[in-house]
Nanobody, 115 residues
Framework: QVQVVESGGGLVQAGGSLRLSCAAS????????MGWYRQAPGKQRELVAAFTSGGSTNYAVSVKGRFTISSANAKNTVYLQMNSLKPEDTAVYYC?????????WGQGTQVTVSS
């Protein structure tokens, strides 16, 4: 059974940077999709950046050019490098991994950007 655990959130000033990490345990393969989502108070969870099962990447329009998703260890670890952070990036960030017939979420890590 696949599990994912996030780390790396915190408090940062606007314009600063943070890197989130997601470590997956279990059978993660390159054809599985993995990525980052976020949920701000009172809002729906939304895609931030993700690897698709085909290996391409998707980014939310609001983070393009500022955030970069990358992977290591045959995609068992996924990173989200966040630069030029804005107060509107404040949210709980969740790692997600999914394959045929399964979909796993991490517990989330808080990112707070102060103005």
């Amino acid at each position: 059974q696949v599990q994912v655990v996030e780390s790396g959130g915190g408090l940062v000033q606007a314009g600063g940077s943070l890197r989130l990490s997601c470590a997956a345990s279990g059978s993660i393969f390159s054809r599985n999709a993995m990525g980052w989502y976020r949920q701000a108070p009172g809002k729906q969870r939304e895609l931030v950046a993700a690897f698709t099962s085909g290996g391409s990447t998707n980014y939310a329009v609001s983070v393009k050019g500022r955030f970069t998703i990358s992977s290591a260890n045959a995609k068992n670890t996924v990173y989200l490098q966040m630069n030029s952070l804005k107060p509107e990036d404040t949210a709980v960030y969740y790692c997600n991994a999914r394959g045929v017939g399964w979909n796993v979420w991490g517990q989330g890590t808080q990112v707070t950007v102060s103005s």
